[in-house]
């Protein structure tokens, strides 16, 4: 049975394919990479297509399990290694992840994102909750939440219990207050469940999870507008 939602408080929120697709985002973000390469550092830029920087990143993550809840960190090295490796200056890495990272805040939100949010934030505090390195403010999404919570900075990602317990104290409730949204079923609704918060799955009909079967004891929703009618708001 899924538990009534008469009693939220407050609702967190994951980010990335919950509130825009990511994949395209980090394409577009990686072809901004590699044009500044080519500029400043065209042996990197040549030594490095996109296939095997992909291969040298999951070679850093390989190294550094203790990053798997820091993505910018495991990016930052991989840059830097990179450069390293082809005899560029990899001091190069700071300016190379900066471009990168302003490049993987450009969004393009789901249409039903702004009035969503703006919806649920006129009745509920809204927090963050991403296992990603995108930040609300850079996005312009700051007016609409209260905190963020993200896993690089927690020491700790979704599904751990404790990265939903810092959000629900961020939120100001307690967790079988909180409402979690996110679109992955074992981070986000698998997760928020086990730590004792409402979940609910946003299942976009493109996404990547919508041919799985739902969580019992979750919530089912299409997108933001949805959660929003089933609150009342």
């Given at each position: 049975m899924?538990?009534?939602?008469?009693?939220?408080?407050?609702?967190?929120?994951?980010?990335?394919?919950?509130?825009?697709?990511?994949?395209?985002?980090?394409a577009a973000a990686e072809k901004v990479l590699a044009g500044w390469l080519r500029t400043h550092a065209p042996a990197t830029a040549q030594g490095l297509p996109p296939a095997a920087m992909l291969?040298?990143?999951a070679e850093v993550a390989a190294?550094?399990?203790?990053?798997?809840?820091?993505?910018?960190a495991i990016r930052l090295e991989t840059i830097r290694r990179g450069l390293a490796r082809h005899g560029d200056d990899p001091a190069l890495a700071e300016l190379a992840f900066e471009v990168f990272f302003e490049a993987r805040h450009a969004v393009t939100l789901y249409d039903d994102v702004l009035p969503g949010l703006e919806r649920l934030a006129s009745r509920y505090r809204l927090v963050a909750v991403s296992n990603g390195n995108a930040e609300v403010r850079r996005i312009g999404?700051?007016?609409?939440?209260?905190?963020?919570?993200s896993a690089r900075l927690h020491g700790a990602a979704k599904p751990d219990p404790t990265i939903f317990a810092a959000a629900?104290?961020?939120a100001g409730a307690a967790p079988h207050q909180v409402l979690h949204l996110g679109?992955?079923?074992?981070?986000d609704v698998d997760g928020a469940l086990a730590a004792g918060l409402h979940a609910g799955w946003i299942c976009r009909p493109d996404g990547a999870h919508a041919?799985?079967?739902?969580?019992?004891?979750?919530?089912?929703?299409a997108d933001l507008l949805q959660v929003a009618q089933a609150l009342g708001v």
């Open positions: 899924t538990p009534s939602l008469r009693d939220i408080a407050a609702i967190t929120l994951d980010l990335d394919d919950t509130l825009w697709p990511v994949r395209p985002t980090l291969a040298l990143r190294e550094h399990p203790h990053w798997g809840h820091d993505l910018s999404l700051e007016r609409f939440f209260s905190g963020s919570v629900c104290a961020a679109d992955d079923l074992a981070a041919s799985e079967p739902p969580r019992a004891g979750a919530h089912r929703f």
